[in-house]
C-alpha cells in the first residue's frame, strides 16, 4: 500500500469540505498560539496513530490478497465438480 493513497483522501475531503478544514485549522493555530505543549502533545499522538494505522493496513494487505486467492480458488473446485 502506497502513502501517497492517503494524501491523495486528504487532498480530496479537504477540496470537497473547505470550511471544515478552515475551522480546524484556525482551531490548531489558536490552540497552537495558546498551549503550545496541548497542540504538540496531540501533534505527536496523532502522528503515531496514523503511523500505526499506515503499519496495520501495510502489514494486513499480503494476508487479504491470499485470502482472496483461496476463496477463487474454492469456488474455481466448486465451479469444477458440478
Not at 502513502?3 to 470537497?16: E, H, K, L, P
Not at 485549522?25 to 497552537?32: A, F, N
Not at 474454492?74 to 469444477?80: G, I, P
Amino acid at each position: 500500500m502506497d502513502f501517497s493513497v492517503f494524501t491523495n483522501d486528504f487532498i480530496s475531503y479537504a477540496q470537497s469540505h473547505t470550511v471544515i478544514v478552515i475551522v480546524i485549522v484556525i482551531g490548531l493555530l489558536i490552540l497552537l498560539y495558546r498551549k503550545p505543549k496541548v497542540f504538540f502533545g496531540m501533534l505527536f499522538f496523532g502522528l503515531v496513530a496514523a503511523g500505526l494505522f499506515y503499519l496495520i493496513i501495510y502489514v494486513s494487505g499480503p494476508g487479504k490478497e491470499s485470502k482472496e486467492k483461496l476463496l477463487q480458488e474454492e469456488e474455481q473446485q466448486v465451479e469444477s465438480d458440478r
